[in-house]
């Protein structure tokens, strides 16, 4: 191995580095003690990020048309909505009343709460209003005489009749009723982003908690709920960490039948975690509710390194040999191909920061930092602390044990290098792709269930969620669509005709449930000016007339001065093809209809911000793919020197790229924020195996051995680690399969198939390109 290893352009610095490194082991072992203590200082303060704009593409039209109108639109997609029923019977009586006019009182008080904007039975800005013979007659709904009464709840009742607010904020059936209230993003005693886990966990203890008895159900939903239960249930990731060191440490001391081995390459891997951890906090970063899964793909990626090494560590225990040579040797044989992995897996990672939503930057550097301390955690640290210990003879035997052994598996795998064998392979693969591209054409982008597709259809937010759409006419799937105009010009006749027209074409969508908007509130008002008759019920010509009737016009679909008119569309879910055929509509009138004078300009709402979310990364899926495929071929092109090596190390990759999709399509995972950085994780993570059995095969070839013999012998030392790690990986994250978080459920599933197959390729379709690719002449 030392011969061959000076034989390699590549390594003829490696000396000087290891002098560097061995040299000064002591010295960089205490530097690795306080790095450590001063970064778990500082990982102990990260803290959540559960920052609404990072969660969506503020660079996208629609958002950035959004926050010019911030003011005026009040909630951008965050309103609360609690809703508060009674076990049996229905809201009219006066325990019932009281709990709601509380828990009212209750959110007004709360920090956050667009107070201005609250709608209750409770609040003076829920009205009624009809036409009699003296005009208009109206009051709160719950006015001024209500005393719980029989008499106040037949009031009451008509009141709601009149008001127009059932299936809005009282239920269809009577059986339970709403306490809304939008959000600000800023906190406005502080300025900071609203801190949603905090005022999701406020809710929980100041209201479901302090209300709901065994007379009262409360049910809670919006955006900031959404994010709390998300990071409720990721509070569960301390199980799956504990879950995934036991049954890695069993693995390992499985693996190397020696505690030591075993001790090391856990405990160099955690040090990685808690420097990425400290650095990120350092940085200015917070762990978000998708980069708090990076942690264990840091400490999986370190457990592949660090086996890598160990293996390497007692392949070269020769001839009682020290734990110094036998680490050095280990260490000069495996720094270049394993700098080589980790800085394609950073640079695969970083691809994420060009995708325009901060969560999936955000993840990007947290993935990226965790890759770069591995290199000094597991590349240096590592076989310094082993040049002070010795493997046991029994361990060294095991790791060292060769082709004589005559294993089975291995020789059944080794005939991936010989013709018969590749030629199989190869043509099993070829079916696969086209397989594989065939069903990825049905993959599609965003949602493709109802409800928060981040949890599980049977979570608490959920089944809230799915009540509120089955006995409400409005629905948690608001599209608002921004009609601008000139100053004071909103209720110029044409605008509104043109308004009335979008409207209707809107409300005739199929997905839309209803459409709000101000020419619907002039017709009714007009309507009512002239005793309700029916033939009143249009946008009048009559200037004057339609001026009138915005002095009725409810706040949220004018502004102050008369420039934007919202029209608010209720959809019936916010499924990809859903919001694809409604932002078609929008898109198709405004481009007909846009003039100077008026523009309709998408969207806002909770289902404008998830269409801008999905188209962005719609545009970014495939520029990902095909940069993280094109640094990662740059880096192993610039390692190896050789085009061969780029398409027998990627192909295999790219082939489970291509699985992993009709996958996705198979399993109804639809690509969004959550399931987008898997692809690049998967290329990440996966290029270790091939570039470390392909640096292991061309060292054999160039020891002199046919590629057959070089394979074989590269499956009994690096490959039994390669074997070994794959699985280990993959073990690790399928536990995420049992997360109460869908998405970390899906993510866990699409890696744990990515890691098995990435492995699988490696160890055979990589020879068998390989038996293809590789000339005589390249061997030598």
Known sequence: ?????????????????????????????????????????????????????????????????????????????????????????????????????????ELFYLPGVDRNRMRSMWTP???WTEVTEQGFEGDKVIDARYDGSAQAMERLRANLLRSGELG??????????????????????????????????????????????????????????????????????????????????????????SAVATLVILGCSLIAVVWQLGLLQLLGFGLNAYSILVPFLVFAIGVSHGVQMINAVAVNSVNDASAMQSSRLAFRGLYVPGMTALVSDAAGFITMLLIPIAVIRDLGVAASV???????????????????????????????????????????????????????????????????????????????????????????????SNYVNEHYSTSSDVLVVMVETEAEQCAEYDNMALIEEFSWALENVPGVESVMAS?????????????????????????????????????????????????VAFLADHKAATLERVLAQVEDFALSNNTDSIRFVPASGSAGIEAATNQEIERSQLRMIYLVYGVVALLVFLSFRSWRAVVIILLPLALTSILCQALMAQLGIGVKVATLPVIALGVGVGVDYGIYVYARLMHFMNSGLSLAEAYRCTLYSTGKAVAFTGITLAIGVATWIWSPIKFQADMGMLLTFMFLLNMVGALTLLPALATYLLPNKEMS
Request: glycine share 6%; aromatic share 8%.
């Open 370 to 464: 965790g890759v770069a301390v591995i290199i000094l955690t597991n590349l240096v640290l590592l076989p310094i602390i082993m040049s002070w210990l010795k493997l046991g003879a029994g361990s060294v035997s095991r790791l060292r044990a060769g082709p004589e052994q005559q294993r089975p598996h291995w020789e059944i795998l080794s005939q991936a290098a010989q013709r018969r064998g590749a030629k199989l392979l190869l043509g099993l693969a070829l079916g696969l792709a086209v397989l594989g591209l065939y069903q990825s054409q049905y993959l599609q982008i965003g949602d493709l269930d109802a409800g928060a597709p981040e949890l599980r259809p049977d979570s608490r937010y959920n089944l809230d």
């Open 168 to 257: 809005r904020l009282v239920a269809t059936d009577y059986r339970s009723s709403i306490v809304e209230a939008p959000l600000f993003d800023r906190d406005p005693r502080t300025g900071e982003a609203m801190d949603y886990a905090a005022f999701s966990a406020q809710l929980e203890t100041d209201i479901r908690q302090k209300y709901q008895s065994d007379t009262v159900r409360i049910r809670i939903v919006g955006f900031a709920k959404m994010v709390g239960d998300l990071l409720d249930g990721i509070r569960y990731i301390v199980l799956f960490a504990a879950i995934t060191l036991v049954v890695t440490a069993a693995l390992l001391f499985l693996y190397s039948r």
């Open 125 to 127: 800005n829920v009205r």
């Open 1 to 105: 191995m030392n011969e061959s290893a000076r034989r390699q352009p590549q390594d003829g610095a490696v000396p000087v580095l290891e002098q560097l490194v061995f040299g000064q082991r002591a010295l960089l072992l205490v530097g690795f003690f306080l790095c450590t203590l001063f970064l778990g200082w500082h990982a102990t303060r990260l803290q959540p990020d559960a920052s609404f704009e990072k969660m969506i593409p503020m660079e996208h039209p629609y958002i950035q048309a959004m926050m010019r109108h911030i003011a005026d639109l009040g909630a951008a997609g965050t309103t609360i909505a609690i809703v508060v029923e009674p076990v049996t019977g229905d809201i009219f009586n006066a325990e019932y009343m009281e709990v709601v006019r509380l828990v009212t009182d």
């Open 519 to 567: 020419s619907r509130v002039s017709r009714m008002v007009l309507s009512g000016y002239n005793e309700g008759s029916l033939k009143w019920s249009t946008v009048t010509r009559n200037q004057a007339a339609l001026n009138s009737t915005f002095n009725r016009m409810p706040e949220q679909l004018m502004n102050a001065d008369c420039s934007l008119s919202p029209v």
